[in-house]
């Protein structure tokens, strides 16, 4: 569970989001009975329509000005959390599962929220700071439950595939390693054809990136394979997974979306973590000040 002071920040902090209404960008509200927010002024343009125009601007300054809108949306937020067999190494479930929060936190103060396993259970969706104690009880049971988990692409491509059509847009902040022999792409293309907005929140560990040199028994966790690895494979193993790192970024930005590392601190205590999470989160544009 976050700490006060965690809590504190967070409360002035918004995601970030094309799906998200405060960061949709302008946009004239033209639709009857819509609900809408007043955003900001702009020069009157041709075809503009005169009930727009705030005429005691022109009366204070000569100046047509056009009033500017921002319609409401029905705005859902999908925070899915990896709980494969890799995330166990490094410190990585308890960082994600402290990123979760935090993201959860924020999303739920202005969206419908929805918490998702790589193992195919979710939480009830809520909203509000009453639905949030339920959300991180969800979230303190995620590394338990690693043993059905799918992989990082396969449960991606699930997810979007049997996402219900919804009105309106949705954000879907995905945390993982991303850890899988598979392109992404798929997973992508299926969250995209869903019309989703997405952020992949790859977390890595320090031993993932820069693994110690030496003669070395590799255990792949997922297939439990076993290799001899001396300071040769381990240089190669090293440039291989910054390569993989650089190659998950690409897909994410060609396919409209936003990828953000996130190294987990080596022995660092949960109110450190946070503190760290919360800093690259803002540091990236993933949240923003209200």
């Known amino acids: ?31 009857p009975g819509q609900s809408v927010e007043f955003h900001d002024f702009r020069s009157y343009q041709f075809g503009d329509e005169l009930r727009y125009v705030d005429w005691r601007v022109y009366a204070r300054t000569g100046r047509l000005m056009t009033r500017l809108y921002q319609a409401e949306r029905a705005i859902r937020l999908h925070v899915l959390l990896d709980t494969s067999a890799s995330m166990g190494l490094g410190g990585k479930a308890r960082y994600a599962r402290l990123v979760a929060e935090l993201l959860a936190y924020v999303g739920q103060r202005d969206a419908p929220t929805q918490l998702h396993l790589f193992d195919g259970s979710a939480s009830r969706r809520g909203q509000g700071l009453a639905a949030v104690g339920e959300s991180w009880r969800f979230l303190e049971q995620a590394e338990t439950l690693r043993g059905d988990a799918a992989a990082p692409v396969s449960a991606l491509k ?21 850890l899988e022999d598979a392109p992404l792409q798929a997973a992508l293309a299926a969250l995209r054809a869903r019309g989703l907005d997405a952020s992949l929140l790859q977390v890595m560990s320090e031993g993932d990136l820069e693994p110690e040199e030496g003669q070395l028994e590799l255990v792949d966790v ?5 290799l001899l690895a001396g300071p040769q494979e381990v240089k190669a193993y090293r440039e291989e997974v910054h390569a993989f790192v650089r190659r998950t970024r690409a897909a994410a930005v060609r396919a409209g979306f ?28 993933v949240l923003v000040r209200r």
Do not use: I, K, N, Q
Not at 160 to 167: C, D, F, G, K, N
Not at 222 to 226: K, T
């Open 1 to 31: 569970m976050l700490t006060a002071r965690s809590r504190a920040l967070l409360d002035r902090y918004a995601l970030a989001s094309r799906a998200l209404s405060r960061e949709s960008g302008e946009r004239m509200a033209s639709e």
């Open 258 to 285: 936003r990828h953000l590392l996130l190294t987990v601190p080596v022995g660092a205590a949960d109110a450190e973590l946070e503190r760290h999470a919360f800093a690259a989160l803002v540091r990236e544009g």
């Open 158 to 178: 699930r997810f979007a595939l049997e996402l219900p059509p919804v009105r309106g847009a949705a954000l879907v902040l995905a945390v993982s390693d991303f």
């Open 222 to 226: 997922e297939s439990g394979d076993r």
